[in-house]
């Protein structure tokens, strides 16, 4: 989860020089934040970010190689755990993708 989150923190941060990463006890498990100040992402496009293959990028562009599989992977991780995992972005002003992570499986 977290190598999936802080390399595309990196990558879809051309222009920045920090990320933020966050861990905060809650419940009966911890949420882990990670905030970046990159090329933001469409509301259009938060709809569709968890699915397999799908990018916010220009196919033709070469800027920012990537399969769109990181993000699908890390959404079926945390489902599989019973956790959750979503997103806050302004297109060109940031990014910050959480998740929750219990500490028991709930049995699912
Ligand atoms: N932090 C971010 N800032 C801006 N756009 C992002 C960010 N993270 C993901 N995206 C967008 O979501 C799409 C899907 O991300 P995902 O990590 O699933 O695939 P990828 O980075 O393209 O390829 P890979 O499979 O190598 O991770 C990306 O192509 C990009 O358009
Ligand atoms: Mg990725």
């Known amino acids: 989860m ?47 970010i968890f699915d397999r293959f799908f990018r916010d990028i220009d196919p033709k562009l070469n800027t920012y190689p990537g399969l769109g599989l990181g993000l699908y992977i890390c959404a079926e991780i945390i489902k599989r755990q019973g956790g959750k995992i979503w997103l806050k972005s302004k297109k060109n002003i940031g990014s910050s993708f959480s998740f929750y992570l219990p500490f028991k499986n709930s049995g699912k």
């Open 2 to 48: 977290l190598v999936n989150l802080i390399s595309n923190a990196v990558k879809y941060s051309p222009n920045a020089n920090k990320i933020i990463i966050r861990s905060v006890l809650s419940g009966n498990g911890i949420t882990i934040s990670v905030e970046d100040f990159g090329i933001g992402i469409t509301d259009t496009s938060k709809e569709k």
